[in-house]
């Protein structure tokens, strides 16, 4: 089969930007989670300080909501268009965004509240207690994420001595090994030699298929969901098709 290098180059930025249309959706969920996973302990000992000051629960919402940087102030303005508009109290109105969020880091920052709730005057003891194990437990998971991070700069890096060894293949390697079998023209049995740009497809393909394999286990790794993990395949990709193709263009 012929290829082009204008095909191979639509090949790979549509290839790129299908994977990345994939993946955004569940990157930037996974982005936002983690953001407000680590807002919630702030939050929890912001309700308890308003709520020891002689606040109700509804205005240490509002506290939040205003005091917050977003996702969770946004979330908090929700929960309090609930409790206003929709007749809830401010622990149902809670629970209700919850569900709409999907969060579990959320969902388990309601029942936190609720259950506090359910304990009285020992609510901002109970808020204080429930921020500092909220908070071990986002320590830990940011110390997990961060000893994780060299994993992607290794995917990139494997990818990138690929790409840099198909280079010198493609475009040194292989019109040296077509130079000496032109040249043996006394001998019967010439050696057969790979066309270039078939060899440059073989290898584009190659570089795509790991950007896809390797940012699936990124994904699944980092953000604890494979398809997050897309948006690097497609960043890899894209990476991967101008470095193969650059040197074509350039006539090298």
Do not use: C
Request: proline share 4%; charged share 15%; glycine share 8%.
């Amino acid at each position: 089969m012929y290829f082009s290098p204008l095909l191979l180059l639509a090949v790979g930025i549509s290839i790129s930007s299908a994977l990345f249309s994939a993946g955004y959706r569940p990157w930037r969920r996974a982005a936002l989670r983690a953001r407000l996973e680590g807002q919630l302990p702030e939050a929890l000992r912001a309700i308890a300080d308003a709520v020891a000051g002689g606040m109700d629960l509804k205005g240490a919402f509002g506290v939040v909501a205003s005091m917050g940087a977003p996702p969770l102030s946004d979330i908090m303005k929700r929960v309090l268009a609930l409790s206003e508009v929709g007749g809830m109290t401010a622990e149902e109105a809670l629970w209700r965004t919850a569900e709409e969020v999907g969060s579990p880091d959320f969902k388990r920052f309601a029942l936190i509240v609720a259950e506090a709730v359910r304990s009285g005057a020992r609510l901002p003891e109970v808020l204080g207690a429930a921020a500092r194990s909220f908070a071990a437990v986002v320590e830990f998971r940011r110390d997990l994420t961060t000893q994780l991070r060299p994993y992607v700069l290794l995917f990139y890096a494997v990818l990138g001595v690929f790409v840099v060894l198909s280079d010198v293949l493609i475009y040194f390697m292989i019109p040296q090994l077509a130079e000496l079998s032109s040249s043996a023209v006394a001998s019967s049995i010439r050696p057969a030699v790979v066309n270039a740009l078939d060899a440059l497809a073989i290898v584009l393909f190659s570089a795509i298929s790991q950007s896809i394999v390797g940012g699936l286990i990124v994904g699944r790794i980092v953000y604890f969901n494979a398809s997050a993990g897309l948006v690097h395949s497609a960043i890899a990709s894209a990476i991967s098709t101008a470095a193969l193709l650059a040197p074509l263009w350039a006539k090298f």
